[in-house]
T-cell receptor
Framework: AQSVAQPEDQVNVAEGNPLTVKCTYS??????LFWYVQYPNRGLQFLLK??????LVKGSYGFEAEFNKSQTSFHLKKPSALVSDSALYFC?????????????FGTGTLLAVQP | NAGVTQTPKFQVLKTGQSMTLQCAQD?????MSWYRQDPGMGLRLIHY???????DQGEVPNGYNVSRSTTEDFPLRLLSAAPSQTSVYFC??????????????FGPGTRLTVL
């Protein structure tokens, strides 16, 4: 069965410091991996995805994510955090070759960036 | 394009009442889905559809019905509301051609309270 784990409920970081939001996955075969962001009282917005190829994926708002097959991880990173990055972040996975676009989401990590 | 729209934004029901949450998209997406978001549990898939006339159950389908008579619309029906259905409901849509990795576009959500 597919699953996603986001081991941290909350990540605190000072503005200007690098940030990492962790995600590990379990899927049969190769994965498609996604990161979404949710601002308060809003729907989820797509940030980036990994399909194949380069393990470092660049996305919106200066975010990037590193795919590590041996560690089954897809951590979200940003070199310099902004207060406006404070939001709820979700990792999601889908198995390559699946018949539909069904995604399995993690439980979310709240990112709090202090000024 | 309006993207994915949901109505209503807020709803309060009494136990046993029925209602329909509306979802529409204007991007000609084949795939549409309904999620519920609860604190600490992330997003859980209720029902999904891969095209007009085709629906299937997700992770938590009990107490909910769906239909897909057109590509654009995917309403979610609560047959007899229960307090356990108090949640925020999100509709999402995406392309679903073959086995590609397509990001999902989310609506703004419906906050439902069942008393």
């Amino acid at each position: 069965a597919q699953s996603v784990a986001q081991p941290e409920d909350q990540v605190n970081v000072a503005e200007g410091n690098p940030l990492t939001v962790k995600c590990t996955y379990s899927v049969s075969g190769n994965p498609y991996l996604f990161w979404y962001v949710q601002y308060p009282n809003r729907g989820l917005q797509f940030l980036l995805k990994y399909i194949t190829g380069d393990n470092l994926v660049k996305g919106s708002y200066g975010f990037e994510a590193e795919f590590n097959k041996s560690q089954t991880s897809f951590h979200l990173k940003k070199p310099s955090a902004l207060v406006s990055d404070s939001a709820l972040y979700f990792c999601a996975v889908r198995a390559v070759g699946g018949a539909t676009n069904k995604l399995i989401f993690g439980t979310g990590t709240l990112l709090a960036v202090q000024p | 394009n309006a993207g994915v729209t949901q109505t209503p934004k807020f709803q309060v029901l009494k136990t046993g009442q029925s209602m329909t949450l509306q979802c529409a998209q204007d991007m000609n997406h084949e795939y549409m889905s309904w999620y519920r978001q609860d604190p600490g549990m992330g997003l859980r898939l209720i029902h999904y559809s891969v095209g007009a006339g085709i629906t299937d159950q997700g992770e938590v389908p009990n107490g909910y019905n769906v239909s897909r008579s057109t590509t654009e619309d995917f309403p979610l029906r609560l047959l007899s509301a229960a307090p356990s259905q108090t949640s925020v409901y999100f509709c999402a849509s995406s392309y679903s051609l073959g086995t590609g990795a397509y990001e999902q576009f989310f609506g703004p959500g419906t906050r439902l309270t069942v008393l």
